[in-house]
T-cell receptor
């Protein structure tokens, strides 16, 4: 089955630690995205990547970093510089970076800072 | 800049009743419009999207939406809801000129009661 997998499903972090969230897709999609979801605020774009070895900041990139070394993988690192990292993180992909493409979402990772 | 307003944060409704979830957007350019559904602790799934053509768009699970350019609205409707429709619904917009960036509304929680 083709799709997007995110791991882990739940992640707990101590303050001051960096953590990396995994996102893998086997849909052969070119573009990938990371969103943050907070209650009552909808989804906000953190980073996106239209092709391998290229990525751009979204609306709330501070305190986050990404890499896109392979087409199928787009990991997100939440650094200690992110002041309020507790949230639900969603990865998505689209076949191309074309306008109007449907975004396909993974199941999400819930990050909690202890 | 674009924005999306979902006019109701919560909509309670009885099973088999009709429902309308309201969405208004603001944009200075032409847009594409989307409705996504999110079940608890899961990713988002596309219900329907408007790219061009007929302003009445039919989607999955019996949902439909109507694009009204003069009122900048894209309301979602279903003539008869089921318990299984209980979920959070997100309206989103992307402009036709840029890359495939989605701006999401804050979401509407639909609660279907027996």
């Amino acid at each position: 089955d083709g799709g997007i997998t995110q791991s882990p499903k739940y992640l707990f972090r101590k303050e001051g630690q960096n953590v990396t969230l995994s996102c893998e897709q086997n849909l052969n999609h070119d573009a990938m995205y990371w969103y943050r979801q907070d209650p009552g605020q909808g989804l906000r774009l953190i980073y996106y990547s239209q092709i391998v070895n290229d990525f751009q900041k979204g609306d709330i990139a501070e305190g986050y970093s990404v890499s896109r070394e392979k087409k199928e993988s787009f990991p997100l690192t939440v650094t200690s510089a992110q002041k309020n990292p507790t949230a639900f993180y969603l990865c998505a992909s689209t076949p191309t970076s074309g306008k109007g493409d449907t975004q396909y979402f993974g199941p999400g990772t819930r990050l909690t800072v202890l | 800049a674009q924005s999306v307003t979902q006019l109701d944060s919560q909509v309670p409704v009885f099973e088999e009743a009709p429902v309308e979830l309201r969405c208004n957007y603001s944009s200075s350019v032409s847009v594409y419009l989307f409705w996504y559904v999110q079940y608890p602790n899961q990713g988002l799934q596309l219900l329907l999207k408007y790219l061009s053509g007929s302003t009445l768009v039919k989607g999955i699970n019996g949902f439909e939406a109507e694009f009204n350019k003069s009122q900048t609205s894209f309301h979602l409707r279903k003539p008869s809801v089921h318990i299984s429709d209980t979920a959070e619904y997100f309206c989103a917009v992307s402009d036709r000129g840029g890359y495939n960036k989605l701006i999401f509304g804050a979401g509407t929680r639909l609660a279907v009661h027996p």
